[in-house]
């Protein structure tokens, strides 16, 4: 991106932020609570979207707006623990506008495989996105998650978060969520033309056993432990 961000009202922000949740979770990029939109209305001004709420059915008074450092300075419901990451990017590129992480089905399908989409097969990914990476994987809401991204924020405009999802920027709100919608259908070519004919990559012991103990944090007792690398011959 070589031009500045497309400076927005609060009031433009919040609606952008509601339109793209309808609309995510319209397409089904989302499930339940999944995903998170942020817009930047002035250098350290970020209106976000909060946790534990579905994005289909967000309402105004939801949203948070909050500094580069995270500290809520509007609004009254927690923060995303993704957030971190949108942060990580405004601070990377002073150009970024609006930065959206969701998981729709075939893109988050390279991510789980960690395969690139790297191939100048389309005109339309070329021309709107170019190369989008696979990020090391990291656990979800941790800092490892924004030190994984890092070193794309410059240089590209989207890129796919190991085993777990997608992550695109844009100068505006519509311009963040379009490459979203371009990287999935993209992913779904791909995997139309047998792009993706291969397992995807499963997390080690350690990095279950890390979820798990977040999973039992959250109060959530039951669900078993699923089958890891070591388990399937990946290790």
Request: glycine residues 8%.
């Amino acid at each position: 991106m070589t031009t500045m961000m497309h400076a927005c009202t609060d009031q433009e922000a919040r609606a952008a932020i509601l339109e793209i949740g309808r609309r995510m979770f319209a397409r089904q990029y989302v499930a339940a609570n999944d995903g998170n939109i942020s817009v930047r209305t002035a250098p350290d001004r970020i209106w976000v979207t909060p946790t534990g709420v579905s994005k289909g059915y967000m309402t105004e008074d939801m949203l948070l707006c909050v500094d580069l450092e995270g500290r809520v300075l509007e609004g009254t419901a927690t923060p995303s623990s993704e957030m971190k990451m949108h942060l990580r990017v405004y601070r990377e590129n002073p150009e970024v506008g609006s930065v959206v992480h969701a998981h729709p089905p075939a893109a988050t399908s390279f991510a789980i495989a960690r395969v690139p989409m790297d191939m100048a097969l389309l005109t339309e990914t070329v021309f709107n996105l170019g190369v989008v990476p696979v990020a090391p994987y990291a656990t979800p809401g941790t800092q490892e998650v924004p030190e994984s991204i890092a070193p794309f924020c410059r240089t590209h405009n989207a890129v796919l978060l190991a085993n777990h999802g997608a992550l695109t920027w844009g100068r505006s709100a519509m311009e963040a969520y379009y490459r979203m919608e371009s990287l999935e259908g993209s992913a779904v070519i791909l995997m139309n033309l047998g792009y993706l004919n291969r397992p995807g990559c499963l997390l080690t012991r350690h990095q279950v056993e890390v979820l798990l103990e977040a999973r039992e944090k959250a109060g959530i007792t039951a669900g078993g432990v699923p089958r890891c690398a070591e388990d399937c011959g990946q290790a």
